[in-house]
């Protein structure tokens, strides 16, 4: 799942994709699942909070400053290689775009094209774009698998309006049932609940409280997804949430699992796109259920963002 999902945003950036078995992209894939999940380990906690003591000891920090000088090393060998072969004329993916902007921009005083900027772009864009999307996926699969009838239903939608054709995201809007349920995917499953930390860039005060300029401020996502009083069953999977009496789509203000305003997520139409095709695409070909007299534990595992635990699935090919 996650190699299937991190080759869209590989293609986007490089303008080529990985051999799953390619070591190259195994490793990238590596340091960046480590990383995510490191960052929401106790140890990287601790130094977050209280940097000047913790960066003395060893533990988890270290090695997510290590993965990420790799994945730079990895960036900067890449754009040295594409830097070598760029063609003005044929901009082959996101990073020839930028060296062609490096290239116009070389004389203005203030250049954010610069290498240290490239290196950032791709490695947070690879971040963002390979893990979350193959996490909410297989949050997914799992809730297909702990809710069978809900599976057959969106099944059934499929059969209707896509058939046995390959799905396209203009079928979304004829598919309100298959749109809720995804919508409550991620709702539900809530793989980002503390949002990205952000700071008041001035003062402030918000709803009788002062802000001063340079606060750190955590919007917990976590307080709109399981609002009760937009949700009629917060802690529940139930796509109803999404869904008139009718069974026609309902959009909701408080599904906010891109967070909102300026620095919202700059993924999130291309994250719209991969769900849904991922996930009609793969419940159309298969049925997936559990071994059998395996019990589906929903806990989540650690995390910066919260996957699930490990599990062992079956994939049944439909007839
Ligand atoms: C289900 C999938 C995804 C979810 C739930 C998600 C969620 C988020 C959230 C909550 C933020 C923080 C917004 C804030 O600071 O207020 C964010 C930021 C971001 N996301 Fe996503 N994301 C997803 C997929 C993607 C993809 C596929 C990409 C790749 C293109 C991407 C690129 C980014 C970038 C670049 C930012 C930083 C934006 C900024 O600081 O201006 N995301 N995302």
Not at 101 to 130: C, D, R
Not at 131 to 145: A, K, N, P, Q, V
């Amino acid at each position: 799942m996650n190699a299937a999902v991190a080759n869209i945003i590989v293609s986007i950036l490089l303008g080529h994709r990985f051999d799953y078995d390619d070591p190259v992209f195994l490793r990238l894939m590596n340091f960046i699942n480590e990383n995510i999940r490191l960052a929401g380990s106790p140890m990287v906690t601790l130094y977050n909070t209280f940097h000047s003591v913790f960066r003395w000891l060893p533990g988890g920090h270290r090695k997510v400053k290590e993965n990420a000088i790799k994945t730079q090393k990895f960036i900067t060998q890449t754009f040295t290689k594409h830097k070598e072969q760029l063609d003005v004329n044929d901009q082959r993916n996101l990073i020839d775009a930028f060296l062609v902007k490096q290239q116009e921009e070389k004389s203005e005083f203030s250049s954010y094209f610069h290498n240290e900027n490239l290196i950032m772009v791709v490695s947070n864009l690879f971040a963002a774009g390979m893990e979350t999307t193959s996490t909410t996926l297989r949050w997914g699969l799992l809730l297909m698998i702990k809710y069978p009838e809900i599976q057959k239903n969106v099944q059934n939608e499929i059969e209707r309006i896509i058939g046995s054709s390959e799905p396209q995201f203009e079928h979304r809007q004829k598919m309100p049932y298959t749109n809720a349920v995804i919508h409550e995917i991620q709702r539900f499953s809530n793989i980002i609940p503390t949002n990205l930390p952000h700071a008041t860039a001035q003062d402030v005060t918000f709803k009788g409280y002062f802000i001063p300029k340079g606060t750190y401020v955590i919007p917990l996502l976590t307080s709109v997804l399981r609002d009760e009083a937009h949700f009629e069953k917060p802690n529940e999977f139930y796509p109803k949430h999404f869904l008139d009496s009718k069974g026609n789509f309902v959009k909701k203000e408080a599904f906010l699992p891109f967070s909102a305003g300026k620095r919202s997520c700059a993924g999130e139409n291309l994250a719209k796109m991969e769900l849904f095709l991922f996930f009609t695409r793969l419940l159309q070909n298969f049925t997936f259920h559990s071994p059998s007299g395996t019990d589906l534990d929903l806990t989540p595992a650690i995390g910066f963002t919260t996957p699930p635990m490990p599990h062992l699935i079956c994939a049944t090919p439909r007839a």
